[in-house]
């Protein structure tokens, strides 16, 4: 079993990689490995919108989304996790789900193979869990269009910083029970 999470963080040790290690350190005390990837650390270039991937079966672009292609195939759950940024996930995040362009064939069916669980982890300043909930719905309805299975979302509210995040034991723990999901 293995689970990998995609990070749409700027921050290194920010709250939205705190709350994914949570979810992950539980997925692996199930016996799953896991593995946190960082978009800001990547090398990902915007899609082109030029459908190369379509007609060729692979992007034009030879940078790290490769690395993330072959994994999100080979893994049996993805957590995607990103900070809200001006209302919305962070431009990290967008770009790399732009790219997911390729993981469609011609005929718009997913290269990547149905049944994978997924989860997705939202972090924000903003006092009100719902007040973003479209970006948690858009981020699920793109991945349900691969064939993941969702198995939850938390959102963190009220979160600025790490030390935040850490006082808030309920979000925590919502985050460790979808980690058990995961497996």
């Known amino acids: 079993m293995r689970v990998i999470g995609i990070l749409g963080s700027a921050r290194e040790?920010?709250?939205?990689k705190r709350l994914m290690q949570e979810m992950m350190n539980e997925a692996a005390q199930k016996g799953a490995q896991t593995k946190i990837y960082n978009l800001a650390k990547m090398n990902i270039g915007f899609c082109r919108g030029c459908e190369q991937c379509r007609k060729t079966g692979s992007c034009v672009q030879k940078d790290d989304m490769f690395i993330l292609y072959e994994d999100m195939k080979a893994a049996d759950a993805v957590v995607i996790g990103t900070p809200i940024?001006?209302?919305?996930?962070?431009?990290q995040l967008k770009t790399f789900i732009d790219r997911c362009f390729a993981l469609k064939d011609a005929d718009k069916?997913?290269?990547?193979?149905?049944?994978?669980?997924?989860?997705?982890?939202?972090?924000?300043?903003?006092?009100?869990?719902?007040?973003?909930?479209?970006?948690?719905?858009?981020?699920?309805?793109?991945?349900?269009?691969?064939?993941?299975?969702?198995?939850?979302?938390?959102?963190?509210?009220?979160?600025h910083n790490t030390e935040e995040l850490l006082k808030d034991e309920s979000v925590l723990e919502e985050a460790r029970e979808i980690g058990k999901q995961l497996i």
């Open 13 to 16: 040790d920010g709250s939205t």
């Open 109 to 159: 069916n997913s290269l990547v193979p149905p049944g994978k669980k997924m989860a997705v982890l939202i972090t924000q300043g903003a006092p009100m869990p719902d007040h973003y909930s479209k970006t948690r719905e858009r981020i699920e309805y793109i991945f349900k269009g691969y064939g993941y299975i969702s198995k939850g979302a938390v959102t963190a509210v009220s979160v």
């Open 85 to 91: 940024y001006m209302g919305e996930m962070t431009g």
